[in-house]
């Protein structure tokens, strides 16, 4: 059964920092990846979509790579701004096409 | 193009009855999921319909049902209902394939007493 992990479960630094963000997943059959952002009582957006055939996606400041073989996601942002405050979650896709999902970060970018 | 859109955004239910909830997915996206979020349990998948059918479905009990139309909009039924089904649900449409970014409307947010 496919599990996945998220930690830390919040963070919070200053204006202007990089950070990481990780997500780890038990089984390594996966189609995809993908991480989200959702806003206090909001839908989720979806960041980026990374297919299991590939290494990283970039979109603007965000990066996220994957590794299967360790069952590892890193979502990576750079000069972090008040406005990437929201809690991350990420979620893995298997052949039967159920987003299995992480609990989630909780961001928090102080001015 | 519109995004996904749930309605009613808000319910209020006493335990006992039932509900319908509805998603219309974004113009051209065949397959819609439904998802339950819970403080405790987080972000749960309930069953996902592609072109009417029913294609795949989460660890919940019966009494959670869903349907697909020809437009591809989807409801969600939950029948006699429990407090623990007080949560946010969420549907997100796509394509359809494994390749394919899911779009998430904003959730219907129900409160049962």
């Known amino acids: 059964k496919q599990e996945v992990t998220q930690i830390p479960a919040a963070l919070s630094v200053p204006e202007g920092e990089n950070l990481v963000l990780n997500c780890s997943f038990t089984?390594?059959?996966?189609?995809?990846l993908q991480w989200f952002r959702q806003d206090p009582g909001k839908g989720l957006t979806s960041l980026l979509l990374?297919?299991?055939s590939q290494r990283e996606q970039t979109s603007g400041r965000l990066n996220a790579s994957l590794d299967k073989s360790s069952g590892r996601s890193t979502l990576y942002i750079a000069a972090s701004q008040p406005g990437d405050s929201a809690t991350y979650l990420c979620?893995?896709?298997?052949?039967?096409?159920?987003?299995?999902w992480g609990a989630g970060t909780k961001l928090i970018i102080k001015p | 193009k519109a995004g996904v859109t749930q309605t009613p955004r808000y319910l209020i239910k006493t335990r006992g009855q039932q509900v319908t909830l509805s998603c219309s997915p974004i113009?051209?996206?065949?397959?819609v999921s439904w998802y339950q979020q819970t403080p405790g349990q987080g972000l749960q998948f309930l069953f996902e319909?592609?072109?009417?059918?029913?294609?795949n479905k989460g660890n919940f009990p019966g009494r959670f049902s869903g349907r697909q139309f020809s437009n591809s909009r989807s409801e969600m039924n939950v029948s006699t209902l429990e407090l623990g089904d007080s949560a946010l649900y969420l549907c997100?449409?796509?394509?359809?394939?494994?390749?394919?970014?899911?779009?998430f409307g904003p959730g219907t947010r129900l409160t049962v007493l």
């Open positions: 113009s051209g996206h065949r397959s």
């Open positions: 990374i297919q299991s």
């Open positions: 997100a449409s796509s394509l359809g394939t494994t390749t394919d970014t899911q779009y």
């Open positions: 089984d390594s059959a996966i189609y995809n």
């Open positions: 979620a893995v896709e298997g052949s039967n096409y159920q987003l299995i």
């Open positions: 319909y592609f072109s009417e059918t029913q294609r």
